[in-house]
């Protein structure tokens, strides 16, 4: 069995360097909730959970000690009921948009001094539940950080071991996955020959979306923060040009248009800022952009304007957000 309480999700060709997309969001706050979770199954026998808690909401980056780590007793079970031992945790991006409640956000904000809530896997170890029996494995999009989730199977989804590793329902076969998928697809529209840009491509949505670009017979382009990151999108997941947007600093416009000479036509955007003005500056005609996030902005108290939104109207653009849970219903055609 895996330790409990893993903090990061497997994709597919996505390195521990990687992480989960997050480190512009959380960096030495994840390094402390994973150094405090790792010493958990040591105390299973005790019955007791082991959570982290949100003390104080940050101001710019979060650092640890905004996290308490809580013991407390795992309540027993009503009718209807479950305990769920947690297996893999996610840490995404979104979540960085909780710890702040002045900001408007498509979630609600963490409480202070309640357990954070994320994705997870799990085994059902007890259940008072009728579709749930003991020794299903589950996933869904609540009930992380924790030992021990109680829950009456709202928004959870039996998952099948055997087909896939436990952690890759959070990754390729979970929200990271269908949100790469739909976003590219259902609204990047792309056609074969076409050229796509991708920010954050090293990432776990981002490293998908290259994939599923190249799939479909797109020249791909990808940023990403270092050289190591760069040669891993080109020599693992097969994109025709990787920037180094810390190497390329005030220079990076110019260095995406040496990496797209004929323009972009599918933008999946990711950072925001520079990124996406410089992005602006080389779409093609009728081009589209997919706003997934905008993570260079999460931490930043004063967001980067961009200049040149003009090009939306000048080009013919479309510019277009989407929350990936907005269309969960599309998940039997994401799953096939």
Partial sequence: MADVAQIRATRPRIPSHCGYSCRFALTSAH??????????????????????????????LPTREIFDHVECDVPPLKDGEMRIRNIWMTVDPYMRGRMTPSRDSYVPPFGLDTVLDGGAVGIV?????GPFAE??????MTGGWRTYHISTG???????????????YLGVLGMPGMTAWYGLLKIGAPKPGETVFVSA?????????CQIAKLK????????????????LRDEIGVDAAIDYRAAGEGFMDALGAAAPDGIDVYFENVGGTHL????????????????GMISQYNEPDAVGVRNLFYIVGKRLMMKGFIVSDHFAEFPAFAA
């Fill in 31 to 60: 390094h402390y909730i994973a150094q405090q979770i790792r010493f958990l199954p040591e105390r299973r026998h005790k019955m007791k959970n082991y959570e982290i808690r949100l003390n104080a909401y940050p101001d710019g």
């Fill in 125 to 129: 170890e007890e259940s008072r539940n």
């Fill in 135 to 140: 020794g299903d494995y589950v996933s869904g």
């Fill in 154 to 168: 709202l928004g959870l989804t039996k998952i099948d071991p055997a087909l896939a590793p436990l952690q890759a």
């Fill in 201 to 209: 491509a090293s990432g776990a949505v981002g490293a998908l979306v």
């Fill in 217 to 232: 017979g797109c020249r791909v382009i990808g940023s990403a923060g270092g050289a190591q990151k760069c040669a891993w």
């Fill in 277 to 292: 003005e410089a992005a602006l500056e080389h779409m093609n005609i009728n081009g589209r952009i997919v706003g997934c």
